[in-house]
């Protein structure tokens, strides 16, 4: 009997390769796609963007013709430019500090592509993303990567029941240097490539400069104040700062003072003390349970505020269908507003909102 | 079982294996530089020359009048910017003219002696067939007019162009005629005297040689500069040790398919007449791009209304039928191509556009699998816009 068809979001690293070479073994019907994104132009990488640059294209084309599976690159250019940079750009503009990656994930991996592969006759798409999938009774779960360091749950977390349905992540079960030597087991060419990059889309890694060059109408200067309402010294945009920052805020004080809030109505950045930073509390919107259940209860878990960082013990209080409120036990610093708030219990991922 | 079908021969055909049988010798064996005085070099000289002579009588030209090169697209370079260094040297005019479906060595080559050498181009029009009209050209030629380069068939469409009748009224005017005949080496005659071209382009691999291989027909006191310098080479033409294993390949090629063309070719086109029909017959709004009759024999070109020509061809490949598109983009940047835009077909059929190519080894069940399913894959796409 002939094997489902599978699509592979290929990007020409390790990971990707790996995961179609995996499936390619298992005797899957393997093809692989791979994205083409929008990038800025110009800068020092030649207006292509880097995930997606012609050497890694071509990486990709050589690891389908040794794996001899057949692989296409499809334009998403317009796509990704309307859903995720410019997504990125109104949230920044708006005070907040988006996830691109999410985004991406949300519209064009499980948007754009698994509608390619789906009409190109294929029953999954897979990616080489650290997490895993489970079936737990009727329903699907996500789970971490069994790789702790590489987890790349959070960045899924905009999943539901229907995309893991169609989903494989295989390389999840294993960690990372497992999967770079069966690079070299299966004498793929890409053992020892980088890993692909958060903000893919900019020329160079300064979303500062970005914004300067693509939002310059959001950058208007403004006071910056303390925790009291004393007026510090002037700000030069409020996009350009983020929770948390300690360099570059440009005040002299006698103790390091760190960025706690940016006030969007007032045009304010407040800044303050170490001590200042701290919250217990957190409200997330746009909530999604994995699960497609809301939970009517509070419940206990981990919630994790950054890709980077280390989940946070906390309870969990619905307000509404898409709001619920985060306690946690102790302070956490770093509580970013348009980041990811996302909620595990252990190593299952129950789903995630936007920090209001 | 699974079928693998091959309709991409216009992109690049396999290598005969007498051709790999006759190169053998020359990588390992007998591997000395024709340019080299002892024997070694004598008989790797003795090699080339006998390859150019082959391929002088099937050209009807002199020996001397060939020049290996590296590619197709290497021929049309030293053609047109060897010509146009000696028409700027020797003040003999500043214009050239090409069509508007010139492969991209042609189109970019022209389009670079402009930008950067001051050059005026003219491209010349085609109709909605593809052909270029003799009284076009002739309107178009200016006393400066120093070249006209017309390609001999259409890599995308197949179209043929009337070559000898260009030729001769580009000689009214005492103007060189150069004309891009990769596409045409291997179906169509290459008699230079009958074509009456002065310059002429030929790339091993669309005949069953090998890759990285071509030559360029320059009549005698035509072309004097060449565009690669170095060594003499090649009557000083063209600089650069000669690829002995390859340039013997090109030869045996040229000889083996002239020897069976008129029977490929009538096999061929009763296919090809069988595939055009059928699509056209199962596939609603789908045309045949370039003309019914003057086409090689092995090219079916369409044009489907509605359908992304790159997915398509993603489609096909996934049914094990390779096949090739005249938005033929690896890299996902579907853009017709400027043979299309030449065409004057509406954005629509442009991007939809499909190019099946028979070979030698083409076979009746090959068309019946495509006629099978190419309308089912076609609907399919149109039904889930
Ligand atoms: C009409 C035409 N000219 C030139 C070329 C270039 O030949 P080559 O691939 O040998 O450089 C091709 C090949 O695609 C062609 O079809």
């Known amino acids: 009997m002939k094997k489902d068809r599978i699509a592979v979001a290929m990007s020409g690293g390790v990971d990707s390769s790996v995961a179609a070479a995996l499936l390619k073994n298992q005797g899957y019907d393997v093809f692989g796609l791979m994205l083409r994104l929008w990038s800025e132009p110009g800068q020092d990488n030649n207006g292509q963007n880097r995930c997606c640059s012609p050497e890694s294209v071509s990486r990709a084309r050589q690891v389908a013709a040794i794996l001899d599976i057949p ?7 317009k796509e990704f430019h309307q859903d995720v940079v410019k997504f990125f750009i109104d949230k920044y503009s708006a005070g907040l500090t988006p996830n691109p990656c999410l985004e991406c994930n949300r519209n064009i991996r499980w948007g754009h592509l698994m509608h390619k592969a789906l009409s190109m006759g294929a029953t999954h798409i897979a990616t080489g993303h650290y997490a ?20 790349q749950s959070y ?4 999943l539901g029941q229907s995309e893991l349905k169609r989903t494989l992540f295989p390389v999840g079960s294993y ?4 999967i770079r030597s069966l690079a070299s087991d299966f004498a793929l060419p890409v053992a020892q490539r980088q890993d692909s990059q958060d903000l893919c889309f900019l020329a160079d890694k300064d979303y500062r400069r970005f914004m300067h060059d693509y939002a310059p109408q959001s950058l208007n200067p403004g006071p910056i104040m303390n925790s009291s309402g004393e007026t510090l010294g002037e700000h030069k945009g409020l996009p350009l700062y983020t929770i948390g920052q300690r360099k570059g805020i ?7 003072l760190y960025v706690l809030s ?13 001590s200042k930073l701290g919250k217990k509390c957190l409200k997330a919107k746009k909530v999604n349970w994995i699960s497609g259940n809301l939970t009517e209860r509070k419940i206990r878990a981990e919630v994790q505020i950054r890709y980077t960082a280390k989940a946070e013990a906390a309870w969990i209080k619905p307000i509404n269908d898409n709001e619920v409120e985060v306690e946690f036990d102790h302070q956490i610093n770093d509580i970013t507003p348009g980041q990811a708030a996302v909620f595990y219990q252990d190593s299952v991922c129950l789903g995630g909102g936007v920090i209001d | 079982m699974d079928k693998h079908i091959y309709m991409d021969y216009a992109a690049t055909t396999p290598v005969d294996p007498e051709v790999v049988a006759a190169m053998l010798p020359f990588f390992s064996n007998e591997y000395g530089n024709p340019s080299s005085i002892h024997r070694w070099g004598q008989r790797a000289d003795y090699a080339i020359t006998t390859a150019r002579e082959e391929i002088a009588g099937i050209l009807c030209c002199e020996a001397d009048e060939i020049i290996f090169t590296s590619c197709g697209s290497e021929s049309n370079n030293l053609a047109l910017r060897g010509i146009a260094l000696e028409a700027r040297e020797l003040n003999k005019g500043n214009h050239l003219i090409i069509s508007a479906i010139e492969h991209p060595a042609i189109l970019r080559t022209a389009q670079q002696l402009q930008k950067h050498y001051a050059f005026d181009v003219t491209i010349l029009p085609v109709d909605q067939h593809g052909f270029i009209s003799p009284k076009d050209l002739t309107n178009v030629i200016q006393p400066d007019t120093f070249l006209v380069s017309i390609m001999y068939a259409n ?10 009748e260009l030729a001769a009224i580009t000689h009214e005017h005492n103007i060189l005629f150069h004309s891009d005949a990769v596409q045409a080496a291997g179906q169509l005659s290459l008699d230079t005297e009958k074509l009456g071209v002065d310059l002429m382009s030929v790339s091993a691999h669309k005949f069953y040689g090998p890759k990285g291989v071509g030559l360029l027909y320059a009549k005698r006191n035509t072309l004097s500069h060449s565009h690669q310098t170095g060594g003499s080479q090649e009557n000083g033409l063209r600089a650069g040790t000669q690829n002995v294993p390859l340039i013997v390949g090109m030869a045996t090629a040229l000889k083996i398919v002239s020897g069976r063309q008129s029977h490929d070719n009538s096999k061929m086109k009763v296919l090809r007449d069988k595939l055009i029909e059928s699509v056209l017959d199962n596939i609603s709004e789908s045309i045949l791009t370039g003309h019914r009759t003057c086409r090689l024999p092995n090219n079916a070109s369409f044009a489907f209304e509605g359908i992304d020509g790159n997915e398509l061809l993603m489609h096909l490949d996934l049914l094990n039928i390779a096949a090739s598109s005249g938005s033929a983009c690896k890299t996902g940047s579907p853009e017709p191509s400027n043979v299309l835009t030449a065409l004057n077909l509406s954005p629509k059929l442009s991007l939809g556009s499909l190019r099946l190519s028979l070979g030698r080894d ?3 069940s090959d068309i019946e699998y495509i006629q099978q399913v190419l309308p089912k894959v076609v609907n399919n796409m149109r039904g889930t816009l």
Do not use: C
Request: proline share 3%; aromatic share 6%.
């Open chain 1, 71 to 77: 692989f296409f690159v499809i334009d998403t250019r």
């Open chain 1, 132 to 151: 895993r999938i489970i079936k737990n009774g009727r329903k699907w779960q996500l789970l971490r990567g069994y790789d702790n360091d590489k987890d």
């Open chain 1, 155 to 158: 960045a899924l977390s905009m």
């Open chain 1, 175 to 178: 960690t990372k240097t497992k």
């Open chain 1, 250 to 256: 440009g005040i002299s004080a006698s103790e390091p």
């Open chain 1, 262 to 274: 940016k006030n969007q109505s007032d045009n304010t950045l407040i800044v303050d003390k170490l």
């Open chain 2, 155 to 164: 890599n995308e469409i197949g179209v043929i162009q009337p070559i000898a």
């Open chain 2, 362 to 364: 083409t076979k009746d």
